[in-house]
């Protein structure tokens, strides 16, 4: 463990014990991510290439004797008390929904839960495309389940952390997040088939670095957007379904049909799964080219995705047009591009890691002078996926 997790770990610790006057059962730790290349494909049924970093939710738990659940989030100073047996959806704690739509997946898959207090800390930003929700999602899963002496495969909790989001909080997203806080692996890339879960590791180059530079921004209707263009994608299906028998997403759909077919949609549908349908080759062929050490090709499609998810999925922002055009000009980028959902949030970028100072330099003073925002970034590791602590 690095420095920065041990403090976390202990601070989330003492923290427990603060507000529930005892030591926890159990720590659990599960980290963010950054998605290299694959923007807004997960849904889709694509590929992407996500990679876990070392900025985590941790999530402390303790039983208790009666039903309650206890759900205290440090980042939200903020305690919130439901029935461990019937959790109830919160509006103004809207945080809470990760965990408490967690409980309620596990209930629901036939698991028993006692009651229990939760202490929630976090080191990744909220809103920065980072995932902290899936990390919520998943430290709770693991806790609950450790808890209360129960197992499950991975590939079903991964499903169920997917279903809480989808259907307690209320966010449409694919299965790329969860996936990756659960089985992500140190010093790879996670190269997942959101059709048939399967995936494969994909080393990164020791002489890489993946810098993360967030916006600040945070766009309040990025929910209801990210809901709006999955809509869009699927109303797209239908229509090319009226010639294209058969197909049940866009990943059914190549770029030659979609070229042939693309004229019987409306201008803003086509181009959902114009991004859509060519994004998916270029993870293809991305991957190929981190596998060869072609970083150049690597970082080029990270450049095209970014614009396409610029012109074509329309959810990017010029603050992040900015901190990709400023790594477009620099030798020591190989690429950059958006990291989560878009509108606001990060900027991922696959840098040389003898010029990282000189990158992170000149990021800095240009993004200033260009924006006059401040410029937030963190060189990551890549790390495991989600892990149980001993207290
Ligand atoms: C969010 C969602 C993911 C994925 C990305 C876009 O992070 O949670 O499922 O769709 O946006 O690639």
Redesign the pocket.
């Known amino acids: 463990m690095q420095n920065a997790d041990i403090q976390l770990r202990e601070n989330t610790l003492n923290g427990y014990e603060r507000v529930f006057g005892q030591p926890p059962d159990l720590l659990t730790l599960a980290p963010g991510r950054v ?1 290299l290349i ?6 889709n049924e694509g590929f992407v290439l996500p990679a876990a970093i070392d900025k985590y939710i941790a999530v402390a738990a303790g039983v208790r004797r009666d039903d309650k659940l206890r759900i205290y989030s440090e980042n939200y100073d903020a305690l919130v008390e439901t029935s461990a047996n019937e959790p109830e959806w919160s509006s103004e704690k809207a945080w809470s929904n990760y965990v408490k739509g967690v409980a309620h997946f596990l209930l629901q898959a036939g698991f028993n839960l006692t009651g229990a207090n939760v202490y929630v800390r976090g080191n990744i930003a909220a809103c920065a ?1 980072l ?1 902290s929700s ?1 990390a919520l999602e998943m430290a709770s899963a693991y806790a609950f389940l450790k808890l209360n002496k129960q197992s499950a495969p991975e590939a079903d909790i991964i499903k169920l952390c997917r279903r809480a989001e989808n259907e307690f909080v209320g966010v449409r ?2 299965i ?2 969860q996936f990756v806080s659960c089985l992500g692996k140190k010093d790879h890339t996670l190269f997942l088939d959101c059709r048939t879960l399967e995936f494969e590791y994909v080393p990164l180059p020791g002489d890489t670095r993946i810098l993360v530079c967030d916006t600040g921004i945070k766009r309040e209707l990025a929910a209801s957007e ?1 809901n709006r263009r999955r809509k869009e994608c699927e109303s797209g299906v239908q229509l090319l379904s009226q010639t294209l028998s058969g197909i049940r997403t866009l990943r059914d759909v190549s770029p030659e049909q979609f070229a042939k077919h693309q004229d019987r949609l409306p201008d803003g549908v086509r181009k959902r799964c114009l991004h859509a349908v060519a994004e998916m080759q270029r993870v293809q062929q991305s991957v190929q080219a981190l596998k060869q050490g072609r970083l150049e090709d690597f970082g080029q499609l990270m450049y095209e995705s970014h614009d396409s998810s610029r012109n074509n999925y329309e959810v990017s922002c010029v603050e992040l047009d900015t901190i990709v055009e400023i790594c477009a000009q620099m030798s020591g980028v190989y690429g950059a591009r958006l990291s ?2 878009g509108f606001g949030g990060a900027v991922v970028c696959l840098v040389r890691e003898e010029e990282k100072q000189e990158v992170l330099a000149r990021l800095s003073s240009e993004y200033v002078a260009r924006t006059g925002r401040e410029f937030k970034s963190y060189v990551c590791s890549v790390v495991d996926g989600v892990r149980v602590c001993s207290v």
């Open positions: 998605n694959g923007a807004h494909i997960d849904y495309g995932s899936a997203c694919g790329m997040d990210y989560g959902g």
